[in-house]
């Protein structure tokens, strides 16, 4: 029977999908497994692998077509099925008809009147655990198993790599706290369920785990699962197969961010996380590393051993000139990140009333002072890492500066977080410092450059770019003077930090060559009056113009 494949919510920020590209045409085999397109969100550009096996009979979005969640991508069935129905229920660039969906959906939720509630009460035998979809961030409410690696029946020791699970903005390791055999996989890879849903039990090998399963209650378990569980009870050895249908995004098989390379067996790379964002680091092709992991899996190490022969440079993007005095135009599609960095920023311009102060620091003194730190063995911070710490200090002197506006109130954050905006290919990310006023600068110098790498290469977590209660954003290293930004909401405050310039300057009644940073400080007028925003910039003046007194 044909299934409906639809554009997959790949994040809670998500709302349209862009097809990069399509790895499969009309009237081509697919096996379970396979890569069907490449999906651009606003994140990343993600592999979205098949679920289903059959024959691809209808393609519904082309290359470079955005649709909305939901919208008919794809149409997988056996070969020369009529697929006339369902393509009169529902067009590319709308979501599946309920007609089509209420079929699929009876078959998969009759059997869930079967399955026991969540108050009837069951007893866990002591020789299992049960591990349940675990909260990798605050923001977290469901996750998708992006790859397990280890299979029903497999031994699991205590620190083992179960499975890598993807959230909303990254995709994570999950080690096992337990020592067993591996029973049972509640979610097969590419599916989706919410936080404490059950993803796997862990136990004595040979142990029945039916009454368990069924006992943990439907509303922790995906439909295709409690299906398994109530209709078949062999499932425990076996992990069931994903059910794709047209009105249920939440279990279709999703996408997860891959780095395309060769593997032996499917044609893409096994390689953990953390394997992944050190070779994108350090310029490395996964596709030329022998992994010694488990299955032949890519880990760390394979990296930081990794000798290459010969290493290549990207080829250089290609510029089209047009012929003198002819006028030519060259349309180029909107990326998802750009279309949420620019709904971002007019979200804060059309809210906030700015205004912006600006001064000239003298760094003299802080270029001094940074040689002195810098030549401290295994030291080095930048100049915006001085810019960070000042900023921290002074917003300890001027709390109005350190916070919020809501309609009714005005919140006052008691502690401070500064963001530090990374420019990346696609547009802008801004990690956050925590608590950096208790941190000392080259603290501060080693996080923002660990953040800015795992920026760069598309690696935060969303942890890490909450929370900011003020932001810095340096175009200093560019070559520009001085510049104003946008607020980052709810900030009510960002300061823009130009490069440090040889100008003529009057010290002691003489001109003589000094050394000139420009500062400009954007502010929200509803929460921060001119008068202080003057303050708060000659107290970080003070402390930038005299590094000694940042020295903790």
Known sequence: MAEIITMPRLSDTMTEGVVAEWLKKVGDKIEEGDILAQIETDKATMEFESFNEGYLLHIG???????????????????????????????????????????????????????????????????????????????????????????????VEEGDILAEIETDKATMEFESFNEGTLLYVGLQEG?????????????????????????????????AVEKKATEEPAAVKEAPKATTTANNTNTTATATKRVSAINSENGRIIASPLAKALAEEKG?????????????????????NYNPVVETAPAAATVIAAPTGEISKTEVKNSQMRKAIVKALDNSQTTAVNFTVTMDIDMDNAIASRKVINAIPDTKISFNDLVVKACAMALKLHPQVNTEWTNE???????????????????????????????????????????????????????????????????????????TSIINQPNSAILSVGGIKQKPVVKNGEIVVGNVMTLTLACDHRTIDGAIGAAFMNTLKQYIENPVTMIA
């Open 409 to 483: 109130h005005t919140i006052y954050n008691n502690h401070i977080s500064i963001g530090v905006a990374v420019a990346i290919e696609d547009g802008l990310l801004v990690p956050v410092i925590p608590f950096t006023d208790t941190k000392s600068l080259t603290q501060i110098g080693a996080e923002v450059k660990e953040l800015a790498i795992k920026a760069k290469n598309k690696k935060l977590t969303p942890d890490e770019m909450s929370g900011s209660t003020f932001t810095v954003s340096n175009l200093g290293m560019f070559g520009v003077d001085h510049f």
């Open 284 to 304: 490395i092709n996964l596709a030329k590393v022998v992994g010694t992991g488990e299955g032949g899996r890519i880990v760390k190490i394979d990296i930081e």
């Open 61 to 155: 979005l082309e290359v470079g077509q955005t649709a909305p969640v939901d919208s008919l991508l794809a149409i997988i069935g056996e070969e020369g099925e009529d697929i006339s129905a369902l393509l009169a229920g529902g067009a590319p660039e709308t979501t599946a008809s309920e007609e089509t969906a209420v079929p699929v959906a009876e078959e998969t939720a009759a059997p869930a009147e079967a399955a026991p509630t969540t108050e009837e009460a069951f007893v866990v035998p002591e020789n299992i655990t049960i591990v349940t979809m675990p909260r990798l961030s605050d923001t977290m409410t469901d996750g998708t198993v992006a790859s397990w690696l280890k299979k029903v029946g497999d031994k």
């Open 191 to 223: 599916e989706n369920a919410p936080v404490d849903s059950l993803l796997a039990i862990i136990g004595e090998a040979g142990t029945d785990v039916t009454a368990v399963v069924a006992g943990f209650g439907p509303a922790a378990v995906t439909p």
